[in-house]
């Protein structure tokens, strides 16, 4: 019998899932800096009415560098997902690429999606991908993703199938034009 490949909306991490930190800090280093950001939650609720699984894809070169180890980044998103819990949701998964430079797995290349389109069964061609930098709408196109969703006030001339200004827009968009999975 052949598997039922799901669909997935993959979300960047910083910026989308939680709020990305003040230039001078760029890296989330500590549990005490993650502040998630509600819409999110909101996504994932209508992700899953909908029956698509949940996935997020950050770049943290931040290990590369030395500036968080691989425990302190495990720690963050182990409270990623007792807060997701706590909040009624799910999260099918959290791929983090530690590396830096050209690395099969960093954004913009595709290597987190296809790693976890193998590992769930996911459909990467009825997939989008919600991120607020050219890296993130680089990756979902190389990956196959159906649509690619760009947020935030300024889009710096980068090409994406929807722009939203805020994620305070996201629930609603989502809302309005995520087909049901089974559709």
Known sequence: MATVLKPCVFFDRDGIVNVAPPPDEYYVLSVARFFLIPEFLEALKIAAARGYASVIVTNQKCVAKGLLTTEGLDAIHAHLRQRVSAAGQTLHAIYACPHGGTHPDRKPNPGMFLRAARDHNLDL???WMIGDHARDIQA?????CAKTILV???AHGVIA???LNAMRELPAFLERELPRADA
Do not use: E, L, Q
């Open 125 to 127: 061609t009825r997939s």
């Open 140 to 144: 979902g196109r190389a990956a196959g």
């Open 152 to 154: 935030g006030p300024d």
């Open 161 to 163: 199938d929807v722009h």
